[in-house]
């Protein structure tokens, strides 16, 4: 961390500073330029608050040298992680295809549609038994029984399943019916949640929030894996911009960021990045093209009469022809699908 | 509801849509153009899914004419909402001020703070027992023991009590020990809390997410008042945009605009806003002039010291003179303070 | 042209507003639903000024059906546009890469990397002469000795020329020595410039602006097309969001909707939006795949001692393997390059 | 400047990178911490390539200590500028209120606008003559016209013209008829027109760009200043948010900023901000609250059939009732108006 001093900071106030610091342990080594004294601090400075640091009225500018995530860092863990769900390996060489409807609405429906995604190649089934709505007028979910039916699809299929938890007091019942944990986007700080899936030894697909940074991002991962749980999939699905045209601005950056910053495994949600069926396909391959490790994809049997998303659901048909030209793609950037 | 139709639409595909939308008891009447042929929907088209008609091949866009809001909305209920904590008054002609630290540290501090910041003028005392923080390595509050200890403080003033709850979990505990719930900007969507807190009877604080309109922010009042409490104070605290002087940009239109769409309170919270404590001053100012129903100030009795958010939280002297000016220009824009 | 009017607006009072759009030769239709009456105007509304029907105190809203650009507009012209640069075509089968440094640096800078880029597939030579920085005090181009480098470099290799104009006063000397015009980000509404460039019968290489929408783009493509150019091709070159790690947002979805919403090439500029060397190749193979008509990319003999944007340039090194990528993305979505 | 290296560079290498900055004569200390090593940069680092810097291997992040700006930065200069407008200072005591139509129509138009807001107790002349409109197809303005009718206004008023200059080549003519340039948000960044208003001693209000951040806008400033025009007037009007209710997010919290980071007086205008004149009104209080020298404030004799920006246009009674309320805030905080 580095402090930079107000032009004309007093040595007396400079050796005020120093005392502080030594009692945390920190070294500093201070630096004079021609108007402005900068001090560097060396030693583990995450015991300080940063916001009481500015707080002293010679200190100008405080500079974060280091990142604040530590467990989903990269430099300290140089070797990708790659997460095994059943027999599929998250973050291998392996594209995988997450697919499914945006909610779970009948015994028929969700075996109807894994069936069709499986048969194209999706490997993991996703499907929203607890849907968060803007409205509290709009459709909430079949809950327990949206989970119960993502089963019988998976005893169809042997898909493993992916929901979205939305409330602590629900971990027991999705730790006996997920494979893996979705934390959506509106909750990737609720913090509370993120602690009690970190407790647990199922993967999270942590989606990134429509507003939040990178290092949030991390740091969210880094409230699951402090408290055990190493096995989170980081999820890009658009963050919100002053561009009204998409329902959010998918950000590609994201994924060579994020796997350059990371060790953790990198997908992409073209579905909600768009909110328009018509531009899931070319998203899909930007994303693969630019290293995704796979993605998340909503189809539905009838898109016209989804209860949820459906203007963002792929049929069948477009599926099949998305799966197709995504498979070319993955091939040429050297992954299998 | 209004559906523009792409241009060249048939007749008989027109007879369709009209056919589909009399199932749900709406009428329909058409509009004609030179290129473009546009449906009136009358009716509750609530219960229509926006998303399915979408994918309706002819149709081109959806226009809603109507907020989705509804027990918030000033149209709906014209005169304004005043809700009694205490023996005050939120939404009337005072403006209330809230303050305290940023959390509860230890009885000394809450004690001494509050007695200070209820000398000076405030009437709520704000502190936070559970903190949600970016980083897991963050002071997370004293938790059960920063609601006891606000406690004594309210014995000592006799000032009620805001305090951010961020887990359905501890209500029970809150309804106890608190005068008001506050549900903090990263919680504004967290729905299942919302729902939690709208069975109760207690007047809710609804912080604006960071980067939610305010259609979503009176959505998530919806929420709440949809359960049944209608007592909800909505928060302006700065909203994210492409500027990083300010920890965050204060939407001042949101005052405005928030009075006149709804009837319940706004209040402004400038400490979260800036994130500079200098700031805080000439934004709460701001915030009274432009038409705010109160205030909610982050205030310090060793703000150098803080456990968290200190570089935002006003010294007792910054405090004194900040309610000085505050009251002037109170009375300047004709309310009490 | 849709108008939403308020609850409870006297029949009178309707009358008044159709008679006012009677006089610009518009007809009305109106629909009366429940609380909502809403009159759809038919006819030519672009006369009309938009913001002071808003005046008219019983309208509540106002919704535009049709896009306002006309000659940019994919519906009113399904062909898509084709441009014609020497013997090469912009949005035609063939991807077309665009290359070279920044700035014009010396003869031997450009013509070295003129040979460079031109051996490894680019086909349009870049490189500014007027450079518009932030600072008054960064390096501000060669100018117009610029420009006469450039042509050696053409002389040497036969690659058009595509460089920046940043005045209206420049355009014969530019007509004289450039192929392509190229309006930067910072002069997306430069209207003087647009429509000057919109007087000359060169292509014209149009770049979005890091906040402007989509519609903003194509209006100010209008600006140039209605002045008689109608050789537009638009560039994605990275928005303005909250996110500060990379240098801007790389819009990836602009490309499919621009595509959809205009028949005019577009091409994409990673090399601004990420601003950093090593993320040109991901974003590169991203937008391909996502089906852009050429990219424009930064290449330098000696990165590390540009005058300008060195960070973000590639060495011939990294331009090689950049284009021998893209070369496979492009045929795997069937296209040359 | 520091610099930060990446982990485990080594000494030699550390010692290239001293060498290479000794050329530009620039001193370096090094703080070497447990896994980073820090190099401060001591000596006139202005004249490095930043860009280039980061190409280095060895270059983790690069942190400027200093703002960039210098002429307009008030640690180098404490005293705050006061500009002269005739007879009226800009800077001072006095809050000064710009007030006139969006554009000139006509000699009757803009006659009485004048003499009604002078009346009110504005004392400058607003009045567009180009107008920078992002359709083609709307008004553009009188153009010299509307200059001629801004001079007759100002003989039977007295009152001096800002308008806004939209093209370097017409300088000459505004030399002649406007006492203050108006750089319009589009143009902030037309650094062309920005050194030839430098060049001249006529004031400048520049106005922020509505996706520009302050270190930006004081960098555009600064363009100006170092030609030697260094009579400019900041302006904010509303930046570019994810929030669509109102047409732009007013930024209040960027007049206490720009006050404590330049010694240039700062003003705001809040009809382009909200664009919405009901929403003029509260903004202004806030502004003049917050600390504003001075607001420009659209008003139109008759804005319904204004021909353009109507609906953000006070009414001769809107504008007389907001200068009432705006005085009394002026007094409550100390100025006079």
């Given amino acids: 961390m580095i402090l930079v001093l107000k032009n004309g900071t007093k040595e007396e106030e400079i050796l005020k500073i120093r005392e502080m610091l030594d009692k945390y342990g920190i070294q500093v080594n201070s630096i004079v330029g021609q108007s ?3 001090l560097g601090l060396v030693g583990d400075t995450t015991v300080l608050d940063i916001n009481s640091i500015y707080l002293n009225k010679n200190v100008e500018k405080i500079i974060k040298v280091q990142e604040p995530y530590k467990k989903a860092n990269k430099k300290l863990h140089p070797e ?6 059943g027999n599929m390996e ?3 060489p392996n594209v995988v295809v997450m697919a499914g409807p945006c909610s779970v609405e009948s015994r028929e429906q969700i075996i109807d549609i894994a069936r069709n995604v499986n048969d194209e190649g999706a490997s993991i089934l996703r499907g929203g038994a607890w849907k968060p709505r803007t409205s509290p007028y709009s459709f909430q979910g079949l809950k327990a029984d949206g989970l119960e039916l993502l089963n019988l699809a998976k005893d169809e299929t042997g898909m493993p399943i992916v929901s979205e938890i939305t409330n602590a007091a629900h971990i027991e019942m999705f730790l006996d019916s997920v494979d893996i944990f979705q934390i959506g986007a509106r909750n990737m700080q609720n913090f509370e949640l993120l602690k009690e899936v970190g407790k647990t030894n199922k993967p999270v697909l942590l989606k990134r929030g429509f507003s939040n940074t990178l290092e949030e991002l991390l740091m969210s991962a880094e409230y699951i894996m402090s408290e055990g749980n190493e096995d989170v999939i980081l999820c890009e699905r658009g963050i919100r911009s002053f561009e009204t045209y998409t329902r959010n601005t998918l950000d ?3 994924i060579p960021a994020l796997k350059k910053l990371s060790h953790l495994p990198v997908i992409v949600d073209p579905s909600h990045a768009a909110g328009m069926n018509w531009m899931v396909e070319p ?3 930007a994303a693969v093209a630019a290293g995704a490790d796979g993605l998340i994809i909503e189809v539905h049997n009838d898109p016209a009469n989804a ?3 459906g203007a963002q659901s792929l049929t069948y048909g477009e599926f099949k022809e998305t799966m197709r030209k995504l498979k070319m793609i993955a091939n040429t950037v050297g992954r299998t699908m």
């Avoid at 990708?80 to 769900?85: G, Q």
């Fill in 283 to 285: 998203l899909s391959m």
């Fill in 36 to 38: 402005t004294t900068v």
């Fill in 80 to 85: 990708n992680t790659v997460i095994k769900v």
């Fill in 90 to 92: 998250i973050g291998g």
């Fill in 252 to 254: 590609i950056s994201a």
């Fill in 307 to 309: 209860l949820c998303d």
